[in-house]
């Protein structure tokens, strides 16, 4: 008798499919629970990527599908999304100047003159003061609440009293988390094009503290290490992280190590820390003397005001304050820099503004690390008075490029 092949067994599949099922459901339940229970959440950009000047600004809350439409983003530059990426689209009337990759700049919540009104009003002809403020979040008045009460808005209405005209205009073209890299582009590309009496920069703080902050280049925008991340490594791991509350939280944890690593060789190591300083202020310099270089080559008043931080007003008035650094290495990198400041050929267009706290209410100015509050603010407009007023006397109005509003005044009306 011939003896029966025993068949395959059927339940390998089933056990397969089942297992499966579980896996999947486990994975489901686990991102619930970190979700609900333990408030992870998925990876959230909050900035839109900006080319040129590498992030844009700072949108709370906005889930990442919304950034694409932001003030800034690739739609309102003319780009429409596809299937597989954004696509410029030939029926959106094109641009007839470069500086609209920098209009963002002026969109952004504190500013009170969009770039579509500072064009209005430099092209109305007649001789207006018209000061363009560059920076980063000090610079844009970033804790206050609303925009009249920013310093540059109590500033603006100083100086109409002061000058006894009402055509003196602040346009802020400042942005959050910029550096001077970026804030010498947004001086050639958004406001070298237009007319100006005056520039007025306030920056200092986020080149001296970024490297340790973000554990990027000293001089390099704080988001340049994600770019670079998002680019160059597996394009899964960042999927994932977008969707899943769970690698979002072990991608951060990967990252709050590494900048932590980073950060206590700047505070323990001496010789690591001279390093990076060195580098740090050294780059500051170099970006905002070219700045102050191109100013005077056109004629141009500029100045470069260096912003206040929490710990070096702490140190002054001998209290303690932290910050991303300890109050220590703080008031070593702003001496060297205000060392550096002292030895620039353009020292008389740098403003200190690093003591415009040790007075009065001094600590109580701050809403954090370095942003002044609505007192604050106010301080700050007023320490800002005497020095603009100055850098205005005798300075004449430089002209826009050769055409501008022609061209601006023939594209909006075709």
């Not at 007649?126 to 970033?142: H, N, R």
């Not at 006894?164 to 947004?186: E, I, K, P, T, W």
């Not at 769970?246 to 944890?253: E, G, K, M």
């Amino acid at each position: 008798m011939q003896e029966r092949q025993p068949t395959p067994s059927r339940t390998w599949p089933r056990t397969i499919l089942a297992t499966l099922m579980v896996v999947v459901g486990s994975a489901f339940a686990a991102e619930f629970i970190a979700r609900q229970f333990f408030d992870l959440e998925t990876l959230q950009y909050r900035r839109p990527y900006q080319p040129i000047f590498v992030s844009g600004d700072y949108h709370y809350l906005m889930p990442n599908e919304e950034l694409p439409f932001v003030p800034g983003g690739p739609v309102a530059m003319g780009y429409r999304p596809g299937p597989f990426g954004f696509y410029y689209n030939a029926d959106t009337p094109p641009p007839h100047s470069a500086a609209t990759l920098a209009d963002y700049l002026f969109a952004h919540k504190r500013s009170r003159y969009d770039a579509a009104e500072i064009d209005r009003l430099s092209c109305a002809g007649g001789d207006p003061v018209l000061i363009y403020v560059l920076g980063s979040s000090v610079a844009q008045g970033f804790s206050s609440e609303e925009k009249a009460d920013t310093w540059h808005a109590g500033l603006e209405r100083a100086l109409r009293r002061q000058l006894d005209r009402q055509d003196v205009h602040l346009f802020n073209g400042a942005m959050g988390g910029f550096v001077s890299l970026q804030d010498r582009l947004a001086y050639h590309l958004a406001v070298a094009p237009r007319p100006a009496r005056l520039v007025l920069i306030v920056n200092g703080y986020n080149d001296l503290t970024l490297p340790a902050n973000s554990a990027v280049r000293p001089g390099d925008p704080f988001q340049l290490g994600l770019r670079y991340s998002q680019l160059f490594d597996d394009g899964f791991v960042w999927w994932a992280a977008r969707h899943s509350a769970i690698a979002n939280s072990i991608l951060q944890s990967e990252f709050t190590s590494r900048i932590t690593e980073f950060r206590q060789r700047l505070e323990q190591d001496d010789v690591v820390f001279a390093r990076h300083a060195a580098a740090i202020t050294d780059i500051y310099m170099e970006n905002m003397e070219e700045v102050l270089d191109s100013c005077v080559a056109r004629g141009q008043a500029c100045r470069v005001a260096i912003q206040p931080a929490r710990a070096v007003t702490a140190e002054r008035v001998g209290t303690n304050a932290g910050d991303v650094l300890s109050q220590k290495r703080m008031v070593q990198l702003y001496r060297l820099l205000l060392k550096k400041v002292a030895a620039s050929p353009h020292r008389e267009h740098f403003i200190d503004l690093t003591h415009v706290f040790d007075r009065g209410e001094k600590m109580q100015h701050y809403a954090d690390s370095v942003h002044p509050n609505y007192a604050g603010q106010q301080v700050l407009a007023r320490a800002l008075l005497a020095p603009t007023l100055a850098a205005l006397r005798g300075a004449a109005t430089v002209p826009a490029a050769a055409a501008r509003c022609a061209r601006l005044s023939g594209s909006s009306g075709g």
